[in-house]
C-alpha cells in the first residue's frame, strides 16, 4: 500500500478544514484508512482520529471534513493504512468569524501545464513558510494530448490522448500530484480552489465548449459531469452535499479581516462566448456569466459582509480592455492586437450588463474595500475598476470601485517576444485605468492584507525550464501594488512585506515520516 500522490488540505473553516490523500492500492477493494491530526509536526501530540474507507469507486481518493478543531490553529496530519503512513502534511483552521485579526498573508496561482515546463512557481510558494492558505484560480490542470499545448521533455501528459471521459480525467490527475513541487505546496499550505476551463476542456461554458467535438467526444453534459466529478475527488473541496459536483461558488470568513467570495465564472451559468471582438451584444442583459442564484449569493456576501476587506476569487479578468484604440503598425502590434482580441470576449468584457450589476451593487451600497483576484491569461495585471474607464473626464476622476489582481500562470505561455513588451507599454496608455502589465514571466502573487491596506507582490521564476533553478525567484522583476483602506486607487512600487516566519515556520524540507505508529501515541 502505497500513498504516491502526497496529501492535501483545503476550505479551511474556523472549526473543520478537508484534509485528502489518495491511496495506490495492492489490489482491488476496499481500504481501511486512519487519519492522524496533532499539534506536532511528529505526531506526537493528536487531537484527533478519524476513520475512513479508499473505494474503487472514488479512485482511491479519501477526503475527510477534520472537524471539532480549534480556531486560528495550525495542524499537522498523516494518513496510515495498516503499517503504511504518509507524508506529514501540515494545515490550519481559520479565525473564528468576527474575532480581531489585523494580518494575513496568502499565495495566489493558476494555469500550471504540465508538459510546458517543471513547477517551479509552486516549489517558490511552498518555500514562502510563513503564508496562512494558497489560492488556486483554475487551470490545476489542462484536458490535450501530447504535443497539442506544450512538449517539455519527459512531461508528456497522461493519458496520452485529450481527456475525455471518467478515466482520462482520473487519470490525469494522478499524474499531475506525483509532481514533487505540486506536492510540496499542498503538503505545506490549505488550499482554496475553483476550476477554469481547461480541468473540463478550452473554452467552456454552460452547454458547450470550444474544444470539444460531440461528433466524436460524446455529450457534453456527460463530459461535464465527469470532470467535475474527478476534480471534487481528487481536490480537497468539500461538497455542498454527498455526489453535488457541480456547485462550486461558496464563501470564506478570516476572522473580522477578510471574507472571500469565490465564484464559478466557467461552467455554472455562462452563456456561449461571443466570437466577435467587441460584438454589441456583449452589453446585452440577457447574456450572463453566473447565474441569477450565483449573482444573488455574492451581491448579499458584499452587501452582508462585516469585513475588513471583501476578496472575490474568480477565473477570467473583470476589469474593461479597451483593444480597439490599441495601433497596429508593426508585426508586434498585430500581433498584440490578436491576443488580447481572442481572449476579450471570454472575460467579463463579453458580458458587460453583469459585470455593471455587481458595480451598480458595489456603489449604490457605499460598500469599500473590494479587491476582485483573478486568474485565466497567464499574465500579470494591476487595475482600478471603473463603470466607464474609457471616459476621461468621468469615472477616472472619482474613487474607483474596486481593484483587481490577475495573476501569471505557473508554467502556461502568455504573450510571444516583442509583443509582451509592448503590452506592457501600450495597453496602459490606451486603459489608464491599468496601472501594471507584464506579460509573459511565469510567476504568482503574494496577497499581504493589513487592516491598512492590501498589497499584492507579484514575484517571477527564474526559470520554469532548468531542475536546479525550481523555487528560485527572479528578484529584479518584482513588482508591489497596493490599496489603502477606503480608497481603491493603486499604488505602486512600495517596499515588499515582511515575512512572519515567528509565526507559522515549518521545517521544509518535511521532516521524512516518523517511526512511530497512530496506535503507539494513542496508547
Request: charged share 25%.
Given at each position: ?25 495492492e ?5 481501511p ?15 484527533a ?6 473505494t ?16 486560528d ?12 503512513r504518509?507524508p ?9 468569524s ?16 504540465y ?11 511552498a518555500e514562502h ?11 490545476y ?11 517539455f521533455p519527459?512531461?508528456?501528459p497522461l ?9 482520462d480525467?482520473?487519470?490525469?490527475h494522478?499524474q499531475y500530484?506525483t509532481d514533487?513541487d505540486?506536492?510540496?505546496l499542498?503538503?505545506q ?30 455529450d457534453?453534459e456527460a463530459r461535464k459531469a465527469?470532470?467535475q466529478?474527478?476534480y ?8 455542498r452535499?454527498p ?6 461558488y ?7 479581516l ?5 465564484l464559478?465564472t ?14 454589441p451584444?456583449?452589453?446585452?442583459e440577457d447574456?450572463?456569466?453566473i ?6 449569493f455574492?451581491?448579499d ?9 471583501r476578496f472575490?476569487g ?8 479597451n483593444?480597439?484604440?490599441?495601433p ?6 498585430a ?10 470576449m ?10 455593471l450589476?455587481?458595480?451598480?451593487h ?6 469599500d474595500?473590494?479587491?476582485v ?14 463603470r ?10 472619482d474613487k474607483p470601485?474596486?481593484a483587481?489582481?490577475v ?8 504573450f ?5 513588451e ?14 501594471y ?6 510567476g504568482?502573487?503574494l496577497?499581504d492584507?493589513?487592516?491598512?491596506r ?9 526559470s ?5 533553478l ?9 513588482k ?14 512600495g517596499?515588499?512585506?515582511?515575512p512572519?516566519t515567528?509565526?507559522t515556520?515549518?521545517?521544509y524540507p ?14
Amino acid at each position: 500500500m502505497r500513498f504516491d500522490h502526497g496529501v492535501a488540505s483545503g476550505d479551511p473553516l474556523s472549526d473543520r478544514v478537508m484534509l485528502w490523500t489518495r491511496v495506490t492500492p495492492e489490489a482491488d477493494g476496499d481500504v481501511p484508512v486512519t487519519l492522524t491530526v496533532a499539534t506536532d509536526q511528529a505526531m506526537l501530540q493528536p487531537v484527533a482520529v478519524y476513520m475512513s474507507t479508499a473505494t474503487e469507486d472514488g479512485d482511491y481518493c479519501v477526503k475527510i471534513d477534520a472537524d471539532g478543531l480549534q480556531p486560528d490553529h495550525w495542524y499537522y496530519y498523516q494518513f496510515s493504512v495498516g503499517g503504511e503512513r504518509s507524508p506529514v502534511g501540515r494545515t490550519r483552521t481559520f479565525p473564528a468569524s468576527g474575532s480581531f485579526i489585523d494580518r494575513a498573508r496568502f499565495a495566489v496561482v493558476s494555469c500550471a501545464n504540465y508538459p510546458y515546463g517543471f513547477f517551479s512557481v509552486y516549489r517558490a510558494v511552498a518555500e514562502h513558510a510563513d503564508l496562512d492558505f494558497v489560492l488556486h484560480l483554475g487551470d490545476y490542470l489542462y484536458e490535450y494530448g501530447p504535443g497539442e499545448y506544450g512538449d517539455f521533455p519527459e512531461r508528456d501528459p497522461l493519458p496520452p490522448q485529450e481527456m475525455v471521459t471518467l478515466a482520462d480525467y482520473r487519470q490525469r490527475h494522478a499524474q499531475y500530484k506525483t509532481d514533487d513541487d505540486l506536492q510540496a505546496l499542498h503538503q505545506q499550505f490549505p488550499m482554496i480552489a475553483v476550476w477554469d476551463d481547461h480541468e473540463s476542456t478550452d473554452n467552456s461554458y454552460r452547454d458547450g465548449a470550444e474544444n470539444h467535438q460531440p461528433l466524436t467526444e460524446g455529450d457534453w453534459e456527460a463530459r461535464k459531469a465527469v470532470s467535475q466529478q474527478a476534480y471534487f475527488e481528487w481536490l480537497p473541496i468539500r461538497p455542498r452535499e454527498p455526489g453535488n459536483y457541480s456547485v462550486i461558488y461558496r464563501q470564506f470568513q478570516y476572522g473580522d479581516l477578510i471574507d472571500l467570495t469565490m465564484l464559478d465564472t466557467r461552467l455554472e451559468g455562462r452563456d456561449e462566448q461571443l466570437t466577435v471582438p467587441l460584438d454589441p451584444a456583449r452589453n446585452s442583459e440577457d447574456r450572463h456569466l453566473i447565474s441569477a442564484d450565483q449573482m444573488d449569493f455574492l451581491l448579499d456576501s458584499l452587501s452582508q459582509s462585516n469585513a475588513q476587506w471583501r476578496f472575490i476569487g474568480q477565473q477570467v479578468m473583470f476589469g474593461q480592455l479597451n483593444i480597439a484604440e490599441l495601433p497596429s503598425l508593426t508585426e508586434d502590434q498585430a500581433q498584440l492586437r490578436s491576443n488580447l482580441s481572442a481572449i476579450n470576449m471570454d472575460q467579463w468584457d463579453g458580458y458587460a450588463a453583469d459585470r455593471l450589476k455587481i458595480l451598480n451593487h458595489i456603489d449604490d451600497n457605499n460598500i469599500d474595500n473590494v479587491v476582485v483576484l483573478t486568474g485565466d491569461i497567464h499574465t500579470s495585471w494591476a487595475s482600478e475598476i471603473y463603470r466607464n474607464p474609457s471616459s476621461l473626464l468621468g469615472d477616472l476622476f472619482d474613487k474607483p470601485l474596486a481593484a483587481e489582481f490577475v495573476t501569471p500562470a505557473v508554467t502556461s505561455p502568455g504573450f510571444p517576444d516583442g509583443a509582451a513588451e509592448l503590452a506592457g507599454i501600450l495597453i496602459p496608455v490606451v486603459n489608464p485605468h491599468i496601472r501594471y502589465v507584464e506579460a509573459k514571466s511565469r510567476g504568482f502573487i503574494l496577497v499581504d492584507v493589513t487592516r491598512a491596506r492590501a498589497q499584492a507582490e507579484f514575484y517571477y521564476a527564474q526559470s520554469i525550464e532548468s531542475f536546479d533553478l525550481r523555487g528560485q525567484i527572479d528578484n529584479s522583476k518584482t513588482k508591489v501594488v497596493s490599496v489603502k483602506s477606503g480608497d481603491s486607487r493603486l499604488i505602486e512600487d512600495g517596499p515588499v512585506s515582511r515575512p512572519r516566519t515567528l509565526r507559522t515556520a515549518f521545517n521544509y524540507p518535511p521532516l521524512p515520516l516518523n517511526a512511530v505508529t497512530v496506535n503507539e501515541v494513542l496508547s
